[in-house]
């Protein structure tokens, strides 16, 4: 550790290799949704932004050749190509700092120390946790929504059939995948097929509003332009919003939207008395057959992660059919503690970081995500560390899991303040697979984004 431009004072307090022992122990975490990410490094020099692209498969040739045509160069055979898609990788600075005058904290000059790079440490793997969580559930920019795009609702009933519906959130329907597989706007020469209450409709603008009142977790509500009048009907405060390519959004007892979901006591359309919409086991397993349906990879352990946070969790231990299942085992680690734990495929893993939402009608919203493997993205910038070299004239650079701390000695008139800080370049994008068709996976479903579904539910209380 380079600690000779340190005051005096300060150097015998200073053990070698302990500071960076501390800020790394701070960024590892098995729990945060930064674990779904597949890695990759975003080469220096070449921009902000980077654009790759994902080739398709050819579609299975089933029909026998003609003999008859058996002929000339070609065999009687037409040449095929395989179709291809792209995604955009943007990246960005992000970083936080703090200060520390040795002379005013006297003598707990040490612990203080130390305290920050802690302090430091667990607020860069909240903030690159909040990033992936906030790029899987609402996608990133000139991206195609998120795991939670494409699927909203009605929030002004209309007065008469018209082209624009006012919608609770516009995410997910702004951008679409052009024939050649690039992103591009909304428009009237590239339009969505968006089912609106009972009927589809071609969708060839969108808006946002001028004052925000999305009630989803980081949405944006604004407007949908049809090509074709929207019938009274459809057009109802309430009514599901769908994007034809949305990803799956799953909740319990086949609610349409999330106003729709009922607590314990209320009733549904037919008059029946519910128990409450909570997480159950049934769609957990709709989630993972579309996973399987989709031929998703699992993650490490050959499972899917569902991360949710802990009312939520409380929810699917009062499932009968969880309870079913667990019969018998009350003492199992999965009772005990209600931590990690594997079930039907999928790991469970509790968060804080889950994306709240206040009450909506019934209760509070809370969201599940089942992810696979390729769900994210990460791009951590290559040349990072490198810009720091040779330019601290004293300090220390500590590089752990593509996150930077650098520890500034004095440089104040009074050698007295010394500054700590974490910086990181990177992003995050959400890889699409159009490519994967029911030409190629019979069972795959129309979705831009296929390996994650999201589970809305109401929350259990203590």
């Not at 999965?334 to 734990?341: M, R």
Request: a negative charge; one cysteine or more.
């Amino acid at each position: 550790m380079a600690i000779a431009n340190f005051p005096a004072v300060l150097q015998p307090v200073i053990q070698q290799g302990y500071l960076a022992r501390a800020f790394q122990d701070s960024l590892q975490s098995r729990l945060g949704f930064r674990s779904v990410a597949d890695r990759m490094d975003f080469p220096a020099r070449i921009g902000q932004t980077i654009t790759d692209t994902r080739r398709g498969l050819l579609a299975p040739a089933t029909t026998p050749l003609n003999p008859s045509s058996n002929t000339n160069f070609d065999n009687g055979m037409s040449p095929t190509n395989w179709s291809v898609e792209q995604y955009t990788l943007s990246i960005d600075q992000y970083g936080n700092t703090m200060d520390l005058n040795q002379v005013t904290e006297g003598v707990g000059i040490a612990n203080q120390f130390v305290e920050n790079a802690q302090v430091l440490g667990i607020n860069a793997r909240q903030t690159l946790d909040r990033l992936a969580r906030n790029a899987l559930f609402g996608g990133v920019q000139s991206g195609v929504g998120g795991y939670l795009g494409g699927n909203t609702r009605v929030t002004t009933t209309l007065t008469a059939a018209g082209t624009t519906v006012a919608v609770d959130d516009i995410r997910g329907f702004q951008n679409i995948l052009s024939d050649e597989g690039q992103v591009v706007a909304v428009s009237s020469s590239n339009g969505m097929t968006v089912t609106v209450g009972g009927d589809a409709y071609t969708l060839v603008g969108v808006a946002a509003d001028a004052t925000n009142t999305t009630t989803a977790p980081n949405g944006i509500s604004g407007t949908l332009t049809f090509s074709s009048n929207v019938t009274v009907a459809d057009g109802t405060a309430g009514q599901a919003v769908v994007a034809a390519t949305a990803p799956l959004v799953l909740r319990p007892n086949g609610r349409s939207t999330t106003l729709g979901l009922l607590a314990g006591g209320q009733k549904d359309s037919d008059g029946n008395v519910v128990t409450g919409d909570l997480l159950t086991i049934q769609a957990m397993l709709a989630a993972l057959s579309a996973l399987r349906d989709n031929n998703v990879p699992t993650l490490e352990g050959g499972v899917y992660h569902c991360y949710l946070d802990n009312a939520q969790l409380l929810g699917l231990f009062r499932d009968d059919d969880f309870k079913l299942l667990y019969r018998g085992q009350y003492g199992s680690d999965t009772y005990q503690t209600g931590q990690i734990f594997d079930l039907l495929g999928i790991r469970f893993i509790p968060t804080t970081e889950a994306p709240q939402q206040a009450s909506l009608g019934a209760g509070a919203i809370h969201r599940a995500i089942i992810c696979g493997q390729g769900a994210l993205i990460e791009g951590d910038y290559a040349n990072m560390g490198n810009h720091y070299a040779g330019m601290l004239d004293g300090g220390e650079l500590t590089h752990v899991d593509d996150v930077c701390m650098i520890t500034r000695p004095a440089l104040d008139r009074l050698a007295q303040i010394i500054a700590q800080s974490w910086s990181w370049i990177g992003g995050f994008a959400l890889p699409t697979d159009l490519t994967a068709d029911t030409t190629i996976i019979p069972t795959a479903t129309n979705s831009y984004l296929k390996r994650g579904v999201v589970i809305e539910s109401l929350g259990a209380s203590a």
